[in-house]
């Protein structure tokens, strides 16, 4: 059979169809037209399938797709008359007998809902928290997890003999000479460990980044902690750090308050009681005032000029301040999470819950 | 630290209010805990930071409150103390063979005391402090050193043989019976206070059983010493032996205060007991150390703190906190006392000072520089990576970083290598450092379906850390997924993933099928960068399902988050659309069972020329009755399309053509007529 007689008749077809639909005006006559045209034994659309077979080779794939849009066209104008008439919309091959036109829609039924995660609250948090940092003019940076003594300790100003280098209180890796949790004194080569705190980022971007600078570096610390409703071996820290020639304590109070103001979304008071960290100097604990109570928030002080000789930068010229704080914390009371431990568990009736 | 309110009031009287006290106390550098009344009194828990050892004691508390509402400190003096004509060198001699941990040992002797209870208010104080009364004796060490922070301990000079005190190491599994009455192996990093028989005492740690003041005892020696606070700290952990003496000694207590602290025991000693005190003291070290002179510019305070305290004030506060003062117009020449080995810098005194003065004068509405941040290429393409798998129903899920020994943990399809580890496990059994993120992802299913959590999609972004012998070990941020679906549900969301991060000028991906152990064979397939692994995708092996009763297929995959930021494109550029029209073809082949779509694609791309601008996968089929068994029907369309004309039917012609002849000769694949 020639493509141009067979496309005319296709032409045709759907005419003549989408006439008689567009004007029917009973179910009775409506099925009829249905088995006419689409009936699964002698259907016009079946007949002309079978013609299909006899068209040459070449031809057959501009064939094909023209009775696909016919067959298409013809389908959708019947749903289109089963709609007027107020029948639910036409099913091919529904089975239905003359009375009924097959399945009823149900407009009550729930939506085909798309399937979307979730991102972890603790991102979320982390993100949030970037943003804010970042409006503030602090850019992000990171740095490794598994960390030396110098950038744990030494260059942070923490000395040999202080209780935070204990074996106890760090993740020491074992090394392959098995260096024992007891060698305090820590001849070379000193055991790495997973990091206590991200100040180690600290020290690798003054080390490297032209000043002045300020950042901050976010990320997992560890510390041995035995787990409980508000510990966990493994959080979540983020520090700051600002450098330039003439920062000061009051900037510090100022930036962090910009800071809480933007994150609690209202104007809000800090606080600083004395601390004591090896790394900053003087040190402060930081309180905001929310919601009528004082809430920590975390340490905070001056850059410790020790830790400024350590990398190379000349105390007397730069001054800075740096800040800590745990993200755990923030993300439960922002979320009214209680356990520390289900934000490590995986479950899913729990990661759902923060769909934003 | 536990402050009797009552005590204090010998130092120092405050008329103000407790609560009041407490709150000055807290904004200045002690933290306060809880208060509790104890037998009618309160007793208020303070948190010192460890570079207090000054407030270890009543005293220091008193100092910090003398200090804070400008009232004097009065601190017993201990004049007038009568003792024998009979010199302490004649009845002990003291050796030190351990100055490295014990840099100074003093000893008083007292004769002929009676042992007795303490007096009732003396009892009473320590009570309140949670420390239980023994005796008149060791009643009067505990309190001195609650009262100065200096640790004290009185033999039973009976007992010491020969009356001779060595102070040593201890040697090698030496056995030692503390007053606890428990024993304790001892190594030589360890000092101990020794006769010439045998320890006494394990230094700045315990008091020995043996010669411990008893009923019976008569003569004393009363020590007070100092040791290196890391020597203490490294003792006491290792024998899990803690002790308000080590405590202080851990941290650096005033080494000028032995000699009041030793005579002040005395003189409640002698108060309480009777007796008689020996002429003198012995003292391994007489020499007492001044502290060096710290220079104070006036310009630093406001450099530092971003406010003016007024000049003289600043001399004022030094002074009133024990320092030496020298102050001019321009500068502070200040010597700390003994008690505080923390002041050594200038920037400690403006510590001091900013305190004192108090943080509430700082301003917090400063003006703050305006600055421009920018936004990493990193923290961009994360965005990007995790719309896409939330976009796919993946949930994202954070597990610890470390992990176990099991079978499915030691899933490492990223190195050879064995795992790093940590000396003190994480949690429990967790001491090995994640080289993949899938154990973590295997175990979180586990747990969503003991909590009957069907259909469970996870995703983690997190570091896998890979050993690289002696340099610090490579840290890979990678995605890991789990779903239970076939892996093609995830070979989706990597795919998308990278197209979106790359754009469509990425490097070129070598797609080779891989068998990792872990993996059912054949599900593989890795896509690598120059011969540098960017990810893989399969279906977990069906022993280790069966092995951890898993329900159902287990999809994972683990992309180099690393690798695929090596060339993230930031910004999408436009390229033109072509004006002309697209012509679409079916194609629908017949072949083996064994044929791959990634084979057949890779001929037909070869084939097909610079006109096929897609070939789109439809679906794969199978008619066993027309086509035989063994073989599959692959349904494919090519987009043929140029962008300088029209094509024309017969240019698609000879497109489809050349691809079917060599789908045909590479693959044997029929085309469905």
Not at chain 1, 6 to 32: H, I, K, Y
Not at chain 1, 121 to 143: A, D, S, W
Not at chain 2, 382 to 394: D, E, K
Request: contains cysteine; proline residues 6%; glycine residues 8%.
């Amino acid at each position: 059979m020639a493509l141009d007689q067979f496309l005319t008749a296709l032409g045709s077809m759907l005419e003549e169809a989408r006439a008689c639909l567009a004007t029917v005006d009973n179910a009775e006559s409506l099925e009829q037209l249905r088995v006419k045209y689409t009936g699964a034994k002698s259907g016009a659309l079946k007949t002309v399938q079978k013609m299909l077979g006899s068209i040459d080779v070449k031809d057959k794939p501009a064939a094909g797709m023209r009775f696909n849009e016919v067959r298409d066209g013809i389908e959708e104008a019947l749903g289109q008359a089963a709609l007027r008439l107020g029948q639910a919309a036409h099913r091919p091959g529904g089975g239905s007998g003359p009375q009924s036109l097959g399945p009823v829609f149900d407009p009550t039924l729930p939506g085909l809902r798309p399937r979307i995660g979730t991102i972890h609250p603790i991102t979320q948090t982390l993100e949030h928290l970037k943003e804010i940092m970042g409006r503030l003019g602090f850019n992000v940076t990171e740095g490794p997890e598994i960390e030396d003594q110098w950038h744990n300790f030494v260059a942070l100003n923490i000395p040999e003999d202080h209780p935070a280098r204990d074996p106890l209180d760090n993740f020491y890796l074992a090394t392959a000479k098995a260096v024992s949790a007891e060698s305090v004194t820590g001849d070379p080569p000193a055991p790495r460990l997973l990091r206590s705190q991200t100040s180690t980022v600290q020290i690798r971007v003054m080390e490297t980044e032209p000043l002045p600078l300020r950042i901050i570096s976010l990320g997992r610390v560890y510390r041995p902690d035995a787990p409980d409703a508000t510990h966990f071996p493994m959080f979540h820290q983020m520090e700051g750090l600002w450098v330039d020639r003439n920062v000061t304590m009051t900037q510090l109070k100022s930036v962090l308050r910009l800071f809480a103001t933007s994150y609690l979304g209202g104007d809000v008071s800090i606080r600083f009681r004395p601390s004591f960290f090896p790394f900053t100097e003087p040190s402060v604990e930081v309180d905001y005032w929310w919601n009528g109570q004082w809430i920590e928030f975390g340490g905070a002080g001056m850059v410790d000029p020790n830790v400024f000789q350590s990398v190379g930068i000349d105390p007397e010229i730069w001054s800075g301040f740096a800040f800590g704080l745990g993200v755990e914390r923030l993300c439960m009371r922002r979320f009214g999470i209680t356990d520390i431990r289900d934000l490590y568990r995986s479950d899913v009736r729990f990661l759902r819950q923060f769909a934003t | 630290m536990l402050i009797s309110w009552e005590w204090l009031s010998d130092y120092v009287k405050i008329d103000r209010p407790m609560d009041e006290v407490v709150n000055r106390w807290a904004m200045s550098g002690l933290n306060h805990e809880s208060t509790q009344w104890v037998e009618g009194l309160p007793v208020i828990d303070l948190e010192v930071t460890s570079n207090r050892a000054d407030c270890l004691g009543h005293i220091g508390i008193a100092r910090e409150a003398a200090v804070l509402y400008s009232q004097p400190l009065a601190i017993p003096t201990l004049e007038g103390l009568r003792t024998s004509k009979q010199s302490v060198h004649e009845v002990l001699s003291v050796q030190n063979r351990f100055p490295e941990a014990c840099p100074r040992y003093t000893a008083r002797v007292i004769r002929g005391v009676k042992i007795a209870p303490s007096p009732e208010w003396f009892a009473k104080r320590l009570r309140s402090i949670g420390i239980r009364p023994i005796n008149n004796v060791v009643d009067a060490t505990n309190y001195v050193m609650m009262e100065c922070g200096q640790p004290l301990h009185a033999f039973d000079l009976a007992h010491v043989a020969s009356n001779q005190i060595i102070v040593r190491p201890a040697s090698d599994k030496e056995n030692f019976q503390a007053i606890d009455h428990r024993s304790y192996t001892l190594d030589p990093q360890m000092v101990v206070i020794a006769d010439s028989k045998r320890a006494l005492a394990l230094g700045g740690v315990m008091g020995g059983l043996e010669s411990e003041v008893s009923e019976s005892t008569v003569d004393l020696l009363i020590e007070a010493a100092s040791f290196v606070p890391m020597a203490i700290r490294r003792t006491a952990r290792k024998l899990k032996l803690h002790s308000p003496s080590s405590h202080r000694f851990e941290r650096h207590i005033d080494p000028n205060g032995l000699d009041w602290a030793s005579l002040r025991c005395c003189q409640w000693i002698l108060e309480f007991a009777g007796g008689e005190m020996l002429e003198g003291l012995i003292d391994t070290q007489p020499v007492a150390r001044s502290g060096s002179k710290i220079l104070l510019r006036r310009p630093s305070v406001s450099r530092v703190l971003g406010i003016e305290v007024p000049w003289a004030q600043c001399g004022q506060i030094l002074t009133r906190l024990g320092c030496t003062v020298e102050q001019d117009e321009q500068s502070l020449e200040v010597v700390a006392p003994s008690f505080r080995q923390d002041l050594t810098r200038e920037v400690d005194l403006i510590e001091e000072i900013a305190r004192v003065h108090g943080y509430e004068a700082i301003p917090e509405d400063a003006m703050v520089p305006m600055v421009a941040s920018a936004r990493r290429p990193k923290d961009t393409m994360m965005l990007t990576v995790r719309s896409i798998a939330c976009a796919a129903g993946f949930n994202e899920t954070l597990n610890p970083s470390l992990i176990g020994k099991s079978p499915i943990d030691r899933i490492s399809p990223w190195t050879t290598q064995d795992p790093l580890v940590t000396s003190v496990p994480l949690l429990e059994g967790a001491s090995s450092l994640r080289r993949s993120l899938i154990p973590s992802l295997i175990a979180a299913r586990l747990h969503n379906q003991s909590q009957s959590n069907r259909d469970v999609r996870l995703f983690e972004t997190a570091n896998v850390y890979l050993s690289q012998g002696a340099q610090l070990p490579k840290e890979q941020h990678n995605l890991a997924c789990v779903a239970q679906s076939e892996p093609r549900l995830v070979r989706g969301v990597f795919e998308e993933i990278i197209q979106r991060v790359w754009g469509q000028d990425g490097p070129v991906l070598d797609e080779r099928l891989i068998d990792f152990d872990f993996l059912d064979k054949g599900t593989c397939v890795a896509w690598f960068i120059g011969g540098t692994m960017l990810a893989w995708v399969g279906s977990l092996s069906r022993s280790l399902v069966q092995a951890n009763k898993i329900d159902g297929p287990v999809a994972i995959g683990e992309l180099d988050l690393d690798l695929l930021q090596g060339s993230v494109r930031l910004v999408p550029k436009l390229k033109a659309l072509s004006p002309y029209p697209a012509i679409l073809r079916d194609l629908n082949f017949i072949v083996d069972e064994s044929t791959h779509w990634g084979s057949l694609r890779s001929t037909i791309a070869k084939s097909a020329g610079e006109l096929c601008r897609e070939i789109l996968f439809q679906e794969i089929y199978r008619d066993t009755k027309r086509d035989g068994d063994g073989k599959k029907r692959i349904l494919l369309t090519l987009t043929i399309q140029s962008d300088t004309e029209t094509l024309k039917g017969e240019q698609a012609d000879a497109v489809v053509a050349d691809v079917i002849a060599a789908c045909q000769s590479h693959h044997g694949a029929k085309l469905l007529a």
